[in-house]
């Protein structure tokens, strides 16, 4: 957890902080910042908490320098789409999301409002950014896995470390997004 709050503070607190960065002079707004999540927000708890403790570590106040309007899709991916709707809705400043289901329904929902991406997995091949270097439109934040193909260099530099390898296990879930496209990194291995 301790990473994914640096994280998330580091991306959070550069957004707050753009206005001092840029020398503009400080309106007293509380900045509306939108959280659109898959999983439950029993189970997102702790890291908006952590995220919360970040920010006040920067000098920012919950209810003074920012609220966060948070939505869960409780686990049902046909829901985070109503989620983000309903933040664009709201007409938050910034839009946070994780997993790749909440920055495509982000993106379905606005092309103007941020979105911030905090662990999203190859968001250059899933279409949410041009590049990692220069991502463009209203998109840009972290990524948890830059590339499938990381994968396939990985084992790569297995067998250069042991020439002698001839066989490795690849445990995967078909049924996650990403599931293929790491498959198709590694099948043709050797």
Known sequence: MMGRRVLITMV??????APLAAGAPQTGKVHHIGHVSLTSSEE???????????LRELGYLKG???????RSANGNPELVSEAAAEL??????????????????????TTTIPIVMVY????????????????????TGGTFEASPLIY???LEYLQQINPRLRRVA?????????AR??????????
């Open 152 to 154: 396939g260099k990985q």
């Open 44 to 54: 997102m708890a702790p890291y908006l908490q952590a995220f919360e403790e970040g």
């Open 170 to 178: 690849f445990l995967w879930n078909p049924a996650a997004t990403a």
């Open 64 to 70: 003074r320098d920012f609220i966060i309007e948070s």
């Open 88 to 109: 664009v809705r709201l007409n938050v400043d910034v839009i946070l999301t994780g997993v790749n289901e909440g920055v495509v329904a982000a993106r379905q929902a």
């Open 120 to 139: 999203a997995i190859d968001p250059v091949g899933a279409g949410f950014i041009k590049s990692l270097a220069h991502p463009g439109g209203n998109i």
């Open 181 to 190: 496209a790491y498959w198709e990194a590694t099948k043709d291995w050797r």
């Open 12 to 17: 959070a607190g550069s957004i707050l902080a």
